[in-house]
């Protein structure tokens, strides 16, 4: 037992030094940085080194009391940093999905519904481009057929606005909710009222994989927050600049590889595995999953609202 808590204590404390004190310390140099160099000196590394040579020499740096206590500021202003930008990655996140927009206060729904309907008239059009000239190039004589360029330009801006026509007002967001538009529209199961017990009938290392696809999701929106953080530098320092952009740029493709896999993963666990669900609740099936099965275990699966209260007789 004693072995095993000790084993569990060192993996924590990597994950904590790895997840929040490490990046914390580099923001930290940078924001250090940012303040001691300021616009006009952005490069100068000879005024950062004497700027801190001069702070080493000083009598706190010097002595083993001062050293211990600039060591714990130091880690504990880069875990404080780290928290932090755990926070804006997980409010981006709920950002990100959007997954119940039109609950959040207004006027953001009044907004976020002009940009749903204006992301979903250009898909509309891209698919109607897409399917015209798919359907022009049947034509039995080769002469008649279009050039491909145009259908394949317009699949390509359609899968870049969403997989499937917009429901929410983000790529990731959309390509999530695409899983459930998906097992609706060819399986008529709600996934949202199975997956729960889905998930925990699915062998341990599919439940594994969707389980680190999902962390993987959070990191990348995590590395979001980052950006966020150091967007304030900017203010001081310019390098700080080109710095945010990389970082907010390479949160947006994890964000969009992370969501897709993870939803690729939540639909193919569900058509594979819906059945075994299916048997283990006494529903009568063989095969794979059917329309029929998946609205027989939505029926099932799905909690019924109460019944309508009656007015009470006040008098």
């Not at 997840?19 to 923001?27: C, H, I, K, R, T």
């Not at 002595?63 to 930008?85: K, P, R, Y």
């Not at 729904?109 to 022009?136: F, M």
Request: proline content about 7%; overall charge positive; some cysteine.
């Amino acid at each position: 037992m004693g072995g095993l808590l000790s084993e569990l204590g060192k993996k924590l404390a990597e994950r904590w030094l790895s997840l929040l004190v490490l990046p914390g310390v580099l923001y930290l140099a940078v924001a250090a940085a940012a303040r001691t160099l300021g616009w006009r000196h952005a490069l100068d590394i000879g005024l950062l080194t004497r700027q801190i040579t001069a702070h080493a020499k000083t009598p706190a740096a010097t002595s083993t009391g001062g050293q211990v206590m600039l060591l714990a500021t130091i880690v504990i202003a880069a875990a404080a940093a780290g928290v932090a930008a755990q926070a804006a990655g997980a409010f981006l996140e709920r950002l990100i999905l959007a997954a119940r927009w039109l609950t959040w206060p207004a006027p953001a729904p009044a907004l976020i519904g002009w940009w749903v309907r204006h992301r979903r008239q250009r898909w509309d059009e891209a698919d109607r481009i897409h399917h015209a000239q798919y359907q022009l190039a049947l034509a039995p004589d080769p002469a008649d057929r279009p050039d491909p360029a145009i259908r394949h330009t317009a699949a390509g801006i359609r899968a870049r606005i969403a997989v499937e026509r917009p429901e929410r007002p983000t790529w990731s967001g959309d390509r999530i909710q695409a899983a459930a538009l998906r097992l609706d529209r060819d399986h008529h199961l709600d996934l949202a009222t199975c997956w729960p017990y889905l998930e925990l009938t699915l062998p341990d290392t599919v439940r594994t994989q969707i389980t680190d696809a999902r962390t993987a999701l959070s990191r990348a929106t995590t590395l979001a927050g980052w950006a966020m953080l150091y967007a304030p530098l900017t203010w001081w320092w310019w390098p700080a600049i080109p710095l945010t952009t990389i970082i907010a740029a390479s949160a947006r493709h994890r964000i969009r590889t992370c969501a897709d896999t993870y939803a690729r993963l939540i639909e193919t666990a569900t058509r594979l595995h819906t059945p075994a669900l299916a048997t283990q609740l006494g529903i009568d099936h063989t095969g794979p999953l059917t329309p029929e099965l998946g609205a027989a275990l939505t029926r099932h699966l799905r909690t019924q609202l109460p019944p309508p209260t009656t007015p009470t007789d006040t008098n």
